[in-house]
């Protein structure tokens, strides 16, 4: 039995046939999310998605053009595949261009939870409910809910070419998140936490609404610090952040374009306490598919090997360019896009101590719990300086909440300065990291 | 495309169980963009999506359907979805629909649908080539170049009906320069609400705009690295409004007062800036790019005064925060696209011109920092901590414009930035952007003129410099 997606798939491919001088890809995706958001132990909002969409690539004497649709009635299609056609007509043939041809097989990866359409509104209404009390009732300062929600997604995701690419797979996941704001007197400070998962059965919102309340509680009485050049200790989701402004430089065609600044850095060592990898077939991660977005087989690529910089990510086109093979690092932010360089499950794999050992070691210092203005980080110079709020710490104990302030430096000198990993892995979508102290950084304040 | 029936049929179905108010939105997206890197068009991407987004309120509680499905029976099952989620009631009797026309015109020219994709094509190897021949240290530049017909209807539980089209045009360019081992980037954006006409203002724009990046980048390449640490700051007009859209927009939308989670939530009627300082967000203006007729709940766009003189006067408010509050909407409740709940949104936020020279308000600097271009920024509403990047920016020593400086970023507090500024001028420079909030962008356009700010944190590397 096939799916619709499959079906447009297989439809637009033999309208295309009969033109042999044309190469064309669909990548069709059905997606449906729901959900739930309280405040104040009522139901603010409900909210389900559906939504399916497919991108057509077409090449035709070494230019490609590309059209999208969401309308999958024949004539749409066939609109589609001739819009596609016609902007071929437009770009310039690039001689690396192509598709990629079939794996002999795929990993078989569990992405799916079965269970996700037998759970209740009711049983996600509670889960929201009880995120939102745990975090209120850990302390009495926690004052406002920001917002305390439950969602998940679906999603089947269909590949096909005219290579004899066919394949599709489906998953789904979980989520919970909690904003909240403790207040003391005209103080106010905000928490988050969060918890993402697979099956429904391994949320915890107990565990995840008191994070959110220790966080803003912790944060109460924040000060300015002067301006120091000092250690920081980034907590794991600050470093995950860092590495998702830290992947475009890893992308072959970033290197090609001269918009990486680790271009000049390959086959050298960078710090010997990293090792970098990325791997779609990681299970545990949110990022984890049996192949990327043009239908190449996903795989682990090591990137930095205990510090040496090995290899790039690489797509198809890009692969072909160096003579290489594709990594099957072709990403898409959706069917809208056509695919570029990306990572999937992005992660420094973990070292011995935990945080309070990496905390105990520093006489004076910083440690870092949340970063602001990240999306202005310079992904080609490398250069950052970004808003900041964390605790000073003094004599290996944290003494006092810090906000206001900002961390500024380049992205190759932090990877060089990291002077310990830490063995708490955290997940932020696909990017994982432990915590990381850095030997010294500047820190903007008063 | 749908029709206004199929619509009302979605609205009928979506109240047979009763709810204090519903609406059925429909948008009809298509566009075009085509991408220059390396001298050459190497990508074109051209794209339809069409959708509905279902709303019912009943009590506090909202419930939204979003589908793609767009036949009677997808409409039926999406009113289903929302008609379900609340205990039924008695079947609500619509009002008889009558369209609502709108209030003024924004004219588009040359719509993107008449103009070739050769035309589009010319245009950006023009900015390409004009960015390129500026240096031999320019390595690569990238243009973009992005045109959007949004097509809207909606009808709702009021019996309005109204329909909105939004024509946006965009170009950015990416410029890297690279000298020896250092590389740095320069970026340059234009665009507003309207068609091909805003690439053809003035013979030169394209090309200017394009030189504008490549300069940036070029001057980035020989900038020494910004001071760290608090010191007077100068944003020129041409700058952009980011501070503005950071410092306060943010936290004068209606939903973040109600929760309670804005640092100005419980400042109305009191000076929240200095008395030079006057905000406004209009959604009437022509040619910007977060203008439109109406909202994306069917309300006029109009003209808000937020602050008056230093004084908290307004919030940005949608159809709910409204009701809740005792008001009207200000018709700032907007979405990304259907597949996205209405919240408040700015549409175009400025700080109103005064009347100082800018020149002047430089030579009368004895030190600090000159910001010439803002990029992007981000706030915490709750604390009003801002941050926002600079793109451009010199020491200003004894009064005169000195050495650029990079790798600067500025943070605030919002209230206590606003009250600092002690001098504005009468210039006012635009800029234009996606704001994002809850997870959905919209196009928002944002301007101030020159402001001398008293002190602010400047996030430099250069710890050493005073």
Same mark, same amino acid.
């Given at each position: 039995? %096939?799916?619709?997606?499959?079906?447009a798939?297989?439809?637009?491919?033999?309208?295309?046939s009969p033109?042999?001088?044309?190469?064309?890809?669909?990548?069709?995706?059905?997606t449906?999310q729901? #959900?739930?958001?309280?405040r104040d132990?009522q139901?603010d909002?409900?909210?389900?998605a559906?939504e399916?969409?497919?991108?057509?690539?077409v090449f035709k004497?070494?230019?490609?053009?590309?059209s999208?649709t969401?309308?999958?009635?024949?004539?749409?299609?066939?609109t589609?595949l001739?819009t596609?056609?016609?902007?071929?007509n437009?770009? *310039?043939?690039?001689?690396?261009?192509?598709?990629?041809?079939?794996?002999?097989?795929?990993?078989?990866?569990?992405?799916?939870?079965?269970?996700?359409?037998?759970?209740?509104?009711?049983?996600k209404?509670?889960l929201?409910?009880?995120?939102?009390?745990a975090?209120r009732?850990?302390?009495?300062?926690?004052?406002?809910? #920001?917002s305390s @929600?439950?969602?998940?997604?679906?999603q089947?995701?269909?590949?096909?070419?005219?290579?004899?690419?066919?394949?599709g797979?489906r998953?789904?996941?979980?989520?919970?998140?909690?904003?909240?704001v403790a207040?003391?007197?005209d103080?106010?400070?905000?928490?988050?936490?969060?918890?993402q998962?697979?099956?429904?059965? @391994?949320?915890?919102?107990? /565990? %995840?609404?008191?994070? @959110?309340?220790r966080?803003?509680v912790?944060m109460?009485g924040?000060?300015k610090?002067?301006?120091?050049?000092?250690?920081?200790?980034f907590?794991?989701?600050?470093?995950? =952040?860092?590495?998702?402004?830290?992947?475009?430089?890893?992308?072959?065609?970033?290197?090609?374009?001269?918009k990486?600044?680790?271009a000049t850095?390959? @086959?050298?060592?960078? *710090?010997?306490?990293? %090792?970098?990898v990325?791997?779609? %077939?990681?299970?545990?991660g949110?990022?984890?598919a049996?192949?990327?977005?043009?239908?190449?087989?996903?795989? /682990?690529?090591?990137?930095?090997?205990?510090?040496?910089?090995?290899t790039?990510?690489? *797509?198809?086109?890009?692969? /072909?360019?160096?003579?290489?093979a =594709?990594?099957?690092n072709?990403? /898409?932010?959706?069917?809208?896009a056509?695919?570029?360089?990306g990572?999937?499950?992005?992660f420094l794999?973990?070292?011995?101590?935990d945080q309070?050992?990496l905390?105990?070691?520093? =006489?004076?210092?910083?440690?870092? *719990? #949340?970063v602001?203005?990240?999306h202005?980080?310079?992904?080609? =110079?490398?250069?950052?300086s970004?808003?900041?709020?964390?605790?000073?710490?003094e004599?290996?104990?944290?003494?006092?909440?810090?906000?206001?302030?900002?961390?500024?430096?380049?992205?190759?000198?932090?990877?060089?300065?990291?002077?310990?990993?830490?063995?708490?892995?955290?997940?932020?979508?696909?990017?994982?990291?432990?915590s990381?102290?850095?030997?010294?950084?500047?820190?903007?304040g008063? | 495309m749908?029709?206004?029936?199929?619509?009302?049929f979605?609205?009928?179905?979506t109240?047979?169980?009763?709810?204090?108010?519903a609406?059925?939105?429909?948008?009809?997206?298509?566009?075009?963009?085509?991408?220059?890197? +390396?001298?050459q068009?190497?990508?074109?991407l051209t794209?339809?999506?069409?959708g509905?987004?279902?709303?019912l309120?009943?009590?506090?509680?909202?419930?939204? !359907?979003f589908?793609?499905?767009?036949?009677?029976?997808?409409? !039926?099952?999406?009113?289903?979805v929302?008609?379900?989620?609340?205990?039924?009631?008695?079947?609500?009797?619509?009002?008889?629909?009558?369209l609502v026309p709108?209030?003024?015109q924004?004219?588009v020219e040359?719509r993107?649908?008449?103009v070739? $994709?050769?035309?589009?094509?010319k245009?950006i190897?023009?900015?390409?080539?004009a960015? +390129?021949?500026?240096?031999?240290?320019?390595?690569?530049?990238?243009v973009?170049?992005?045109?959007?017909?949004?097509?809207?209807?909606?009808?709702?539980?009021?019996?309005e009906?109204?329909?909105?089209? +939004?024509?946006r045009?965009?170009?950015a360019?990416?410029?890297?320069? !690279?000298?020896?081992s250092?590389?740095?980037t320069?970026y340059?954006?234009?665009?507003?609400?309207?068609?091909?006409?805003?690439?053809?203002?003035?013979?030169?724009?394209?090309?200017?705009t !394009?030189?504008?990046?490549?300069?940036?980048?070029?001057?980035?390449?020989t900038?020494?690295?910004?001071?760290?640490? $608090?010191?007077?700051?100068?944003?020129?007009?041409e700058?952009?409004?980011? &501070?503005?859209?950071?410092?306060?927009g943010h936290g004068?939308?209606?939903?973040?007062?109600?929760?309670g989670?804005?640092?100005?939530g419980?400042? &109305?009627?009191?000076?929240?800036?200095?008395p030079?300082?006057?905000?406004?967000d209009?959604?009437? $203006?022509?040619?910007?790019?977060?203008?439109y007729?109406?909202d994306?709940e069917?309300?006029?766009g109009?003209?808000t005064?937020?602050?008056e003189?230093?004084r908290l006067?307004?919030f940005?408010?949608?159809?709910?925060t409204?009701?809740?509050?005792?008001?009207?909407?200000?018709?700032?409740?907007?979405?990304e696209?259907y597949q996205?709940r209405p919240?408040?949104?700015?549409s175009?936020?400025?700080?109103?011109p005064?009347?100082?020279d800018p020149?002047a308000i430089?030579?009368?600097?004895?030190?600090?920092?000159?910001?010439k271009?803002?990029?992007?920024?981000q706030v915490n509403?709750?604390t009003?901590?801002?941050?926002f990047e600079?793109?451009?920016?010199?020491?200003?020593?004894?009064?005169?414009i000195?050495?650029?400086?990079?790798?600067?970023?500025l943070?605030?507090?919002?209230p206590?930035?606003?009250?600092r500024?002690?001098?504005?001028g009468n210039?006012?420079?635009?800029?234009?952007?996606?704001?994002?909030?809850?997870?959905?962008?919209v196009?928002?356009?944002?301007?101030?003129p020159t402001?001398y700010? +008293?002190?602010?944190?400047?996030?430099?590397?250069?710890?050493?410099?005073e």
């Amino acid at each position: 039995m %096939t799916t619709i997606l499959q079906d447009a798939a297989a439809w637009i491919l033999q309208k295309s046939s009969p033109q042999a001088d044309l190469l064309v890809e669909i990548f069709a995706s059905r997606t449906r999310q729901f #959900e739930i958001e309280i405040r104040d132990q009522q139901v603010d909002n409900m909210r389900q998605a559906d939504e399916q969409g497919l991108g057509i690539r077409v090449f035709k004497r070494g230019s490609m053009g590309f059209s999208f649709t969401t309308d999958f009635s024949p004539q749409a299609l066939e609109t589609c595949l001739q819009t596609a056609i016609f902007g071929a007509n437009v770009t *310039n043939p690039e001689e690396h261009w192509g598709l990629p041809a079939p794996a002999s097989e795929y990993p078989q990866l569990s992405l799916w939870d079965k269970e996700i359409n037998t759970i209740s509104i009711e049983q996600k209404r509670k889960l929201a409910l009880e995120l939102e009390t745990a975090a209120r009732g850990y302390d009495q300062r926690v004052a406002i809910t #920001e917002s305390s @929600a439950y969602s998940d997604w679906q999603q089947e995701i269909v590949i096909a070419n005219s290579l004899g690419i066919n394949t599709g797979f489906r998953a789904s996941g979980c989520l919970l998140s909690i904003y909240i704001v403790a207040r003391e007197q005209d103080d106010n400070q905000t928490g988050f936490s969060f918890q993402q998962e697979r099956r429904f059965t @391994a949320l915890n919102p107990q /565990r %995840t609404g008191q994070e @959110a309340a220790r966080q803003a509680v912790a944060m109460l009485g924040a000060q300015k610090i002067p301006t120091c050049q000092v250690p920081v200790i980034f907590d794991p989701l600050v470093g995950a =952040s860092f590495l998702g402004v830290l992947a475009p430089a890893f992308s072959a065609e970033s290197v090609f374009k001269g918009k990486s600044f680790l271009a000049t850095k390959l @086959a050298t060592s960078i *710090n010997s306490k990293i %090792t970098l990898v990325d791997d779609r %077939t990681y299970q545990p991660g949110m990022a984890a598919a049996p192949f990327d977005a043009e239908g190449v087989v996903g795989r /682990r690529n090591v990137l930095i090997q205990d510090g040496l910089l090995q290899t790039w990510l690489h *797509n198809t086109v890009s692969g /072909r360019r160096q003579a290489t093979a =594709s990594s099957g690092n072709a990403v /898409r932010s959706s069917f809208r896009a056509t695919p570029e360089i990306g990572t999937s499950n992005f992660f420094l794999l973990p070292g011995p101590d935990d945080q309070a050992t990496l905390v105990g070691s520093i =006489s004076r210092g910083l440690l870092i *719990n #949340e970063v602001m203005g990240m999306h202005s980080v310079n992904t080609i =110079s490398g250069d950052f300086s970004v808003g900041a709020a964390g605790h000073w710490i003094e004599n290996g104990e944290k003494q006092f909440p810090v906000r206001g302030i900002m961390i500024a430096g380049n992205l190759l000198e932090l990877m060089q300065n990291i002077e310990s990993i830490g063995s708490d892995t955290r997940f932020m979508g696909g990017k994982g990291s432990p915590s990381l102290l850095i030997g010294r950084l500047t820190v903007a304040g008063e | 495309m749908v029709q206004r029936e199929d619509l009302e049929f979605c609205l009928h179905q979506t109240l047979m169980k009763g709810g204090d108010f519903a609406d059925v939105y429909y948008e009809h997206r298509q566009g075009n963009m085509l991408v220059c890197e +390396r001298g050459q068009v190497e990508r074109q991407l051209t794209g339809l999506e069409q959708g509905v987004g279902v709303r019912l309120v009943n009590g506090g509680t909202a419930a939204y !359907a979003f589908s793609n499905n767009l036949s009677r029976t997808g409409m !039926a099952e999406t009113a289903a979805v929302v008609r379900e989620t609340f205990n039924g009631r008695n079947r609500v009797e619509l009002p008889p629909i009558s369209l609502v026309p709108p209030r003024y015109q924004l004219t588009v020219e040359k719509r993107p649908d008449t103009v070739s $994709l050769s035309q589009k094509s010319k245009l950006i190897l023009l900015a390409d080539t004009a960015a +390129r021949e500026i240096d031999s240290r320019i390595r690569q530049v990238t243009v973009s170049y992005a045109d959007t017909i949004q097509k809207v209807m909606l009808l709702n539980s009021d019996g309005e009906w109204t329909e909105d089209e +939004r024509v946006r045009t965009r170009l950015a360019i990416n410029v890297v320069a !690279a000298e020896g081992s250092k590389i740095q980037t320069g970026y340059e954006s234009l665009g507003g609400f309207g068609g091909f006409e805003i690439m053809e203002s003035s013979a030169r724009l394209v090309a200017d705009t !394009a030189r504008n990046a490549a300069r940036r980048a070029l001057q980035m390449l020989t900038a020494r690295s910004a001071p760290a640490g $608090l010191m007077p700051v100068i944003l020129a007009g041409e700058a952009g409004g980011t &501070m503005i859209h950071e410092a306060c927009g943010h936290g004068l939308e209606a939903d973040h007062v109600e929760h309670g989670i804005s640092v100005y939530g419980d400042m &109305m009627e009191q000076m929240v800036a200095s008395p030079l300082i006057s905000v406004v967000d209009d959604a009437t $203006l022509a040619g910007r790019y977060g203008s439109y007729h109406f909202d994306d709940e069917g309300i006029h766009g109009q003209s808000t005064v937020l602050i008056e003189q230093g004084r908290l006067v307004g919030f940005l408010y949608d159809r709910m925060t409204a009701r809740r509050a005792g008001r009207q909407s200000t018709g700032n409740g907007r979405r990304e696209s259907y597949q996205h709940r209405p919240v408040p949104r700015m549409s175009n936020t400025f700080i109103r011109p005064g009347t100082d020279d800018p020149a002047a308000i430089i030579k009368d600097t004895r030190q600090g920092i000159l910001v010439k271009r803002m990029g992007g920024g981000q706030v915490n509403t709750v604390t009003g901590d801002f941050v926002f990047e600079v793109a451009e920016a010199y020491l200003i020593e004894n009064g005169e414009i000195g050495p650029a400086i990079k790798g600067a970023t500025l943070t605030g507090n919002g209230p206590e930035v606003l009250k600092r500024v002690e001098r504005v001028g009468n210039d006012l420079g635009f800029s234009i952007g996606t704001c994002g909030k809850e997870g959905q962008g919209v196009p928002v356009g944002d301007a101030q003129p020159t402001l001398y700010i +008293r002190e602010m944190v400047v996030g430099g590397v250069d710890a050493a410099a005073e």
